[in-house]
Every structure is written in C-alpha cells, then in structure tokens.
C-alpha cells in the first residue's frame, strides 16, 4: 500500500518506528540512520554500486535488469554566457571536485562527486530529458 508523506523526514521517522516496512528516499536523507544502525539499504537505485556503500546491491542486481534512477545536480549559467568564462568556471569547479575533502563530503551524503565538461553535462541533460520526458507525460504532468 502506497503511503503518500508531506516529506521524506516523516517517511523516515515511521520506518524507524516500524510504523512503515520500506521507504524509497533519498540516501542524503537516510544515509545517517543507515550509518547509525537503525535501518538498513537495502538497494541502491544508480546503475552501480556506490562506494559509500559496496555491500548494498543496485535495483538491477537485485532482480530488476536495466533499473536506474538517481537524483544529480549541476551547476548552469545563462545560455548566453561567454565560452571563455563557462570554462574557467567549469575548470575550477572541476579541480574542487576532485579534492579529497569533496570526496569525503559527498560521501557523507551518500554520493559520489561527477565533474563533466559542459558539452557532456548537457548531454546528460538531453538523454535524462529523453528518457523521464514520456514518464511524466504519462503521470499527466508537465514537462518544462
């Protein structure tokens, strides 16, 4: 039975209280609880395993083949932004995200930091589009 939360935090208060037998959510979310010992992952939903967490399979590992969602977030600017500053920006980014410290941050968070050029962050962009774009079109949403 599907149980509809204002917001993940209550979802995750019930699981811990049993009042729930599974949530889905982001790891960020419940990547302390899951540290702490007071639920366990059970899948990760990424097309591989994550660091983080190497024990815990992906949903395709787990019995459903080709499965893959993962939330991300990127870094965009104007359309018309000059090609010589989208590099700098891009560039610097880039050099942050390969640090230790970033790495152990995303980690704590469940993630694991990407750092793309902007050609194949929008690239990305497109094949996400491509692939959610008939889903939401299905579910009666709009898509932006």
Not at 95 to 124: D, I, R, Y
Request: proline share 8%; hydrophobic share 45%; net charge positive.
């Amino acid at each position: 039975m599907h149980v509809p939360y204002k917001g993940g935090q209550a979802a995750l208060m019930d699981l811990i209280g049993g009042r729930v037998a599974y949530t889905f959510e982001n790891l960020a979310l419940q990547w302390p609880q899951v540290k702490a010992g007071k639920i366990k992952a059970v899948a990760i939903t990424s097309a591989r395993r994550l660091a983080s967490l190497p024990d815990v399979p992906t949903v395709a590992e787990s019995g459903l083949p080709g499965y893959e969602y993962w939330s991300w977030m990127g870094i965009s600017v104007p359309a018309r932004t000059p090609s010589a500053i989208v590099f700098r920006l891009n560039n610097a980014i880039a050099k942050v995200l390969k640090t230790t410290e970033a790495h152990e941050w995303f980690a704590t968070q469940g993630a694991e930091p990407g750092g793309e050029s902007p050609e194949e962050f929008a690239a990305f962009i497109k094949a996400e589009r491509a692939k959610l774009g008939p889903v939401i079109r299905k579910a009666g949403l709009k898509p932006d």
